[in-house]
């Protein structure tokens, strides 16, 4: 069964700062997406960024950037020049081209400190 | 363009009660997705309709669970007689018709439901 795994349930990082958020995952598919939603305090999930398996190169949104090691099953997230607003949940998700249930991670708490 | 709408964004039901959760996908979507997040748990599925059509229900309790799309009128999620472990927030996603809903699902606030 595909998996999805966040192993820091919680986080924290001074404003301005790096952090990066980890994700990895267990499929045999080779033609898959990956997606980090946000969900602040409004509990309003939000596309952050979206990665798809068969592209190399790392996806990039403004401050948010990927890491996609698809050999090591790993999608990792980073949050450059942190900001109070991103404090939130975020989730990894991952979808099987072609299909519509997402399998999210269990998510990680991010607080970044002023 | 109206994001997913969701209402209500809380709702409080005693043990035994339905409860009635509603929403209107974006504007031109025609694919609807509901998804049920525990406390401290991610979002897992719990099914696919496209209009007046269950698609994919096999994430749903097989009891006191319903949904519907109409072809009019948003989309309901039913739970009837309702017990604590019902109490979770209710995410409905939409997409757009022809692309599968793998590319992106645009969610709703979610509805939280809370069991007294």
């Known amino acids: 069964a595909q998996t999805v795994t966040q192993s820091q349930p919680e986080m924290s990082v001074q404003e301005a700062e790096t952090v990066t958020l980890s994700c990895t995952y267990d499929?045999?598919?080779?033609?898959?997406?990956l997606f980090w939603y946000k969900q602040p305090p409004s509990r309003q999930m939000i596309l952050v960024i979206r990665q798809e398996a068969y592209k190399q190169q790392n996806a990039t949104e403004n401050r948010f950037s990927v890491n996609f090691q698809k050999a090591a099953k790993s999608f990792s997230l980073k949050i450059s020049d942190s900001q109070l607003g991103d404090t939130a949940m975020y989730f990894c998700a991952w979808a099987t081209s072609g299909t519509y249930k997402y399998i999210f991670g269990t998510g990680t708490r991010l607080k970044v400190l002023a | 363009n109206a994001g997913v709408m969701q209402n209500p964004r809380h709702l409080v039901r005693r043990r035994g009660q339905e409860a009635r959760l509603r929403c209107s996908p974006m504007?031109?979507?025609?694919?609807v997705y509901w998804y049920r997040q525990l406390p401290e748990e991610g979002l897992k599925f719990m099914v696919y309709?496209?209009?007046?059509?269950?698609?994919?229900e096999s994430g749903m309790p097989k009891e006191r669970f319903s949904a519907e799309f109409p072809k009019e009128g948003p989309s309901i999620l039913r739970i009837q007689q309702v017990v604590r472990g019902d109490s979770a927030a209710y995410f409905c996603a939409s997409s757009p018709p022809g692309t599968g809903g793998t590319y992106e699902q645009y969610f709703g606030p979610g509805t939280r439901l809370t069991v007294t």
């Open positions: 309709l496209q209009k007046e059509n269950i698609i994919d």
């Open positions: 499929t045999s598919e080779s033609n898959y997406y």
């Open positions: 504007k031109g979507h025609s694919h």
